[in-house]
């Protein structure tokens, strides 16, 4: 018997859109790459992405920055967070969450995942009450919103900010709500694996002038705040302007330019993500041992990746079931490997925070598939994976 296989490459994007490619040409041509060495009348790139991130969810005010970490670290540090000081954060996650926690000597506490792939609101209330903790660095890890109504409610009444980490949900929302517009700060990532590709980069967006005020002088703005057009009036630079330590990692031009079309593209690009994403968990569900995740309804998705859960399952035969399918082509991640791998690493890999036991998380790690859906793959394409992973959980299954 032939066995299907899929040739198609689970980490290539798509090439970059031509007017994406003209525009970064011309500010190569203009020699102007830095954020404020503009012509005379001229805004520049940096400056105008952030009015257009910031208009697209609603925002008042945003900064492009270096990096998705550098916006999460940006906001802590605006917020106030300091040497020793507690931050809430998801056991499951990716690293530089906890690694912008670290970045400003904080101490991340864990809380666990449910089902759901979510932050366990239970959980999170204990542990904010055990810890002292007066803020939360809430990740949408693989794009899966919480109920966010109950979170901000239990945040609100404990006093505690939120920052969220939307690596992996610009695009999304909760209740027609914009991911990142629940919090104090929203932070994104504009890097290569993530909604709109610029190779590395990253953008903050907030209401509140004081802290976009700080976060633009942390970002390296020098005394050339005035420039920025999606910022908050000079008033409220008045002090911060000579607190604010600069902590350099400013977006540059080129970027930003290559960016804006990208995300006047984004909302056809979520309907193709989701379109990808729909196929392979419709292929999916009903699979003996397989459990697909529901998505509620309040969610608004962006379908760039897929989780699985096999519940129960041993790690002979999930690592069976992941070599089974990369035998065939198509590229699964196991988040509960004993040892971190590629993107994979979790809590107890992150072995500069102090130690945590997080039982739930894994319990339900250990059963967590995970795969990538890039724009080059097709609907068609999605059928062919989703026959090959049915095919070699079912079979796992019958030999366990
Ligand atoms: C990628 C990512 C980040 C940070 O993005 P960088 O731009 O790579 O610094 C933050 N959180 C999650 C969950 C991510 O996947």
Same mark, same amino acid.
């Given at each position: 018997?032939?066995? +299907?296989?899929?040739?198609? =490459?689970? +980490?290539?994007?798509?090439?970059?859109?031509?007017?994406?490619?003209?525009?970064? @040409? &011309?500010?190569?041509?203009?020699?102007?790459?830095?954020?404020?060495?503009?012509?005379? !009348?001229?805004?520049?790139?940096?400056?105008?992405?952030?009015?257009?991130?910031?208009?697209? #969810?609603?925002? %008042?005010?945003?900064?492009?920055?270096?990096?998705? !970490?550098?916006?999460?670290?940006?906001?802590?540090?605006?917020?106030?967070?300091?040497?020793?000081?507690?931050? #809430?954060? =998801?056991?499951?996650?990716?690293?530089?969450?906890?690694?912008?926690?670290?970045?400003? =000597?904080?101490?991340?506490?864990? @809380?666990?995942?449910?089902?759901?792939?979510?932050?366990?609101?239970?959980? #999170?209330?204990? %542990?904010?009450?055990?810890?002292?903790? %007066?803020?939360?660095?809430?990740?949408?890890?693989?794009?899966?919103?919480?109920?966010?109504?109950?979170?901000?409610?239990?945040?609100?009444?404990?006093?505690?900010?939120?920052?969220?980490?939307?690596?992996?949900?610009?695009?999304?929302?909760?209740?027609?709500?914009?991911?990142?517009?629940? !919090?104090?700060?929203?932070?994104?990532?504009?890097?290569?694996? %993530?909604?709109?590709?610029?190779?590395? !980069?990253?953008?903050?967006?907030?209401?509140? &002038?004081?802290?976009?005020?700080? &976060?633009?002088?942390?970002?390296?703005?020098?005394?050339?705040?005035?420039? $920025?057009?999606?910022?908050?009036?000079?008033?409220?630079?008045?002090?911060?302007?000579?607190?604010?330590? =600069?902590?350099?990692?400013?977006?540059?031009?080129?970027? &930003?330019?290559?960016?804006?079309?990208?995300?006047?593209?984004?909302?056809?690009?979520?309907?193709?993500?989701?379109?990808?994403?729909?196929?392979?968990?419709?292929?999916?569900?009903? +699979?003996?041992?397989?459990?697909?995740?529901? *998505?509620?309804?309040?969610?608004?998705?962006?379908?760039?990746?897929?989780?699985?859960?096999?519940?129960?399952?041993?790690?002979?035969?999930?690592?069976?079931?992941?070599?089974?399918?990369?035998?065939?082509?198509?590229?699964?991640?196991?988040?509960?490997?004993?040892?971190?791998?590629?993107?994979?690493?979790?809590?107890?890999?992150?072995?500069?925070?102090?130690?945590?036991?997080?039982?739930? +998380?894994?319990?339900?790690?250990?059963?967590?598939?995970?795969?990538?859906?890039? #724009?080059?793959?097709?609907?068609?394409?999605? *059928?062919?994976?989703?026959?090959?992973?049915?095919?070699? @959980?079912?079979?796992? $299954?019958?030999?366990?």
């Amino acid at each position: 018997m032939t066995q +299907t296989v899929f040739t198609g =490459n689970f +980490t290539q994007q798509e090439p970059i859109p031509e007017a994406a490619i003209d525009a970064a @040409v &011309a500010v190569m041509r203009s020699g102007r790459l830095h954020r404020y060495n503009t012509a005379p !009348g001229d805004v520049g790139e940096v400056a105008q992405l952030e009015q257009e991130f910031a208009a697209s #969810l609603g925002a %008042k005010y945003c900064l492009a920055v270096a990096s998705g !970490g550098y916006a999460m670290g940006a906001a802590l540090r605006a917020v106030g967070v300091g040497p020793s000081d507690k931050v #809430l954060t =998801n056991g499951f996650t990716l690293a530089p969450v906890p690694g912008a926690i670290a970045a400003v =000597n904080a101490e991340p506490v864990f @809380v666990e995942v449910t089902e759901a792939l979510t932050i366990d609101l239970d959980d #999170l209330s204990a %542990k904010a009450a055990a810890s002292g903790s %007066k803020v939360l660095m809430l990740s949408h890890m693989r794009g899966h919103l919480c109920d966010m109504d109950r979170l901000i409610e239990i945040c609100d009444r404990d006093g505690i900010v939120v920052i969220e980490d939307c690596a992996h949900t610009m695009g999304g929302a909760w209740r027609g709500v914009p991911s990142g517009r629940h !919090g104090l700060f929203g932070c994104y990532s504009t890097q290569t694996y %993530k909604h709109i590709n610029s190779g590395e !980069g990253g953008l903050l967006v907030t209401d509140d &002038a004081a802290m976009m005020a700080k &976060a633009i002088m942390l970002s390296g703005s020098y005394m050339l705040f005035e420039r $920025h057009t999606a910022a908050p009036p000079t008033e409220a630079f008045a002090e911060v302007k000579y607190l604010t330590p =600069n902590v350099s990692g400013r977006m540059d031009n080129l970027r &930003a330019a290559i960016l804006r079309p990208q995300l006047a593209d984004l909302p056809a690009q979520v309907a193709r993500w989701n379109a990808l994403y729909r196929a392979v968990e419709e292929g999916l569900r009903n +699979t003996p041992g397989l459990q697909v995740i529901e *998505r509620p309804a309040e969610e608004s998705i962006v379908g760039s990746s897929i989780q699985v859960l096999l519940p129960g399952i041993s790690p002979d035969a999930i690592e069976a079931v992941v070599a089974g399918c990369q035998a065939r082509g198509v590229e699964l991640k196991w988040f509960g490997a004993p040892e971190p791998a590629a993107f994979t690493s979790r809590y107890d890999s992150w072995r500069y925070a102090p130690v945590q036991s997080l039982p739930q +998380t894994d319990r339900i790690l250990a059963g967590l598939l995970d795969m990538r859906l890039p #724009l080059t793959f097709s609907v068609d394409d999605a *059928r062919v994976i989703t026959e090959i992973i049915r095919d070699e @959980v079912m079979s796992a $299954h019958v030999e366990a």
